[in-house]
């Protein structure tokens, strides 16, 4: 089983960075590939971005590539991402999620999400 707890969030301006951190439980913490997903109110559940268990392959989504960054520090059972030039159209519930498989489409484990409220 993994456990995730996000924390991070918060309201800031346009332009503004955050830095969103993901802690994780579990003894199989290191082999499970880890991302992010964003739900806005009214919209759609929607693909940030996502990493494999070594670190080595990252993907993310086209309305955050270059300002996004996603890691992870598997000694501290951590996985971060990294948000820079906000905007407001960024504004949702963010959620951290595991899976054994870097693809998945559905994850197996959700964090209870972080909201993030960027102001024009």
């Known amino acids: 089983q993994v456990q995730l707890v996000e924390s991070g969030g918060g309201l800031v301006q346009a332009g503004d960075s955050l830095r969103l951190s993901c802690a994780a439980s579990g003894r199989t913490f290191s082999r499970y590939a880890m991302g992010w997903f964003r739900q806005a109110p009214g919209k759609e559940r929607e693909f940030v971005a996502a990493?494999?268990?070594?670190?080595?392959?990252?993907n993310y989504a086209n309305s955050v590539k270059g300002r996004f960054t996603i890691s992870r520090d598997n000694a501290k059972n951590t996985v971060y991402l990294q948000m820079n030039s906000l905007k407001p159209e960024d504004t949702a519930a963010y959620y951290c999620?595991?899976?054994?498989?870097?693809?998945?489409?559905?994850?197996?484990?959700w964090g209870q999400g972080t909201q993030v409220t960027v102001s024009s």
């Open positions: 999620v595991a899976d054994l498989n870097y693809r998945a489409t559905e994850p197996e484990y």
């Open positions: 990493i494999n268990w070594g670190g080595g392959l990252i």
